[in-house]
């Protein structure tokens, strides 16, 4: 029985992701926020709840606490993690800042996916055969701006996501790069355009609300994203880093995801944190 955590895994793709792992015997924990979207994943789970096997953990991952005290729930809680899953992510139009500060876009999509990546290496080590999915740009969206990573200066809500998908494309070369351990596995996959909630805070604009309606009926299904990405998820011995775009493997390109500028946005990070004074404490961050 493999240990599975998912962040968004209370809806969309992480939702049917956590289904798939329940189904095959799997215990599986969900991290979001809403506690409704929770209480309909343990009572679709029905009694594996009550067997240990399905749990809703509430986390507001935008901010830098909460995903320091899911690390220390997690960590307590399995002795080793065998699938982390970072599918968490909420669109804005506007830009917003959170209370720590950090562009929310950049938080969520990006900072907490540092963090839980670094902070739970110790339980995945002790799987033998672990594998991080993290929702990335898988080489679409470009470099980073490195003058402006928080997009302070010029803001678009669907560019925003594209941009944190360029960051994590790096944090997984950083990761695998940093770690040796060749029992951990890191997959990068951009979906594609998929028909999930769209879930966000967007503008008033008719053409906003056309957009997001023409995404949901153009875009594949939530079981197909799904079929796309397990054949990279289950059989060990693949490549440490794998790249998928829309179920096919990629290449990194050395433009967007040199190791040079993956070390460079990890030092960024470290310092963004130390500057704000976040308690990342003994996580085992390095
Ligand atoms: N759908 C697409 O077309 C598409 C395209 C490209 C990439 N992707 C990527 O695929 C991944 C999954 O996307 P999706 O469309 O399946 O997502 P989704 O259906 O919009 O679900 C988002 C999930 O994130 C959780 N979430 C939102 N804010 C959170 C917060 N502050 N803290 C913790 N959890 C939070 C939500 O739970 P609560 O509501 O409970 O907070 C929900 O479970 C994402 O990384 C996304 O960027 C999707």
């Known amino acids: 029985m493999k240990t599975v955590v998912i962040t968004g895994g209370t809806d969309g793709i992480g939702r049917a992701l956590a289904q798939t792992y329940l189904e095959r015997g799997d215990q599986?924990?969900?991290?979001?926020?809403?506690?409704?979207?929770?209480?309909?994943?343990?009572?679709?789970a029905g009694d594996l709840g009550a067997q240990g096997r399905a749990w809703f953990l509430p986390a507001d991952l935008g901010l830098i606490d909460e995903n320091t005290r899911l690390i220390d729930r997690l960590a307590a809680q399995f002795e080793?993690?065998?699938?982390?899953?970072?599918?968490?992510?909420?669109?804005r139009s506007a830009r917003v800042e959170t209370p720590d500060g950090f562009e929310a876009n950049f938080a969520l999509f990006y900072l907490s996916r540092y963090l839980l990546s670094h902070g739970l290496v110790s339980p995945l080590s002790r799987s033998g055969s672990a594998v991080i999915l993290n929702f990335g740009a898988?080489?679409?969206?470009?470099?980073?701006?490195?003058?402006?990573?928080?997009?302070?200066?010029?803001?678009?809500?669907?560019?925003?996501?594209?941009?944190?998908?360029?960051?994590?494309?790096?944090?997984?070369?950083?990761?695998?790069?940093?770690?040796?351990?060749?029992?951990?596995?890191y997959v990068i996959n951009h979906p594609g355009v998929v028909s999930t909630s769209f879930a966000g805070e967007y503008d008033h604009?008719?053409?906003?609300?056309?957009?997001?309606?023409?995404?949901?009926?153009?875009?594949?299904?939530?079981?197909?994203?799904?079929?796309?990405?397990?054949?990279?998820?289950?059989?060990?011995?693949?490549?440490?880093?794998?790249a998928v775009c829309e179920g096919a493997a990629v290449p990194l390109h050395p433009e967007t995801s040199s190791l040079t500028d993956a070390r460079r946005l990890h030092d960024i990070t470290r310092q963004l944190l130390d500057s704000r004074q976040h308690s990342v404490g003994d996580r085992g961050l390095p």
């Open 28 to 44: 599986v924990a969900v991290v979001g926020t809403s506690q409704a979207k929770g209480d309909a994943f343990l009572a679709a």
């Open 138 to 185: 898988a080489g679409l969206a470009g470099p980073p701006r490195w003058e402006d990573l928080q997009l302070a200066r010029q803001y678009h809500g669907v560019a925003a996501m594209g941009h944190a998908g360029s960051l994590n494309d790096l944090l997984a070369v950083d990761f695998v790069d940093r770690y040796p351990d060749p029992n951990i596995r």
């Open 205 to 242: 604009a008719p053409q906003t609300a056309a957009e997001v309606e023409q995404l949901r009926l153009t875009g594949k299904t939530i079981d197909t994203a799904v079929r796309h990405i397990l054949p990279f998820l289950d059989p060990a011995g693949q490549a440490r880093l794998s």
């Open 80 to 91: 080793s993690l065998d699938v982390l899953v970072l599918a968490a992510r909420y669109h």
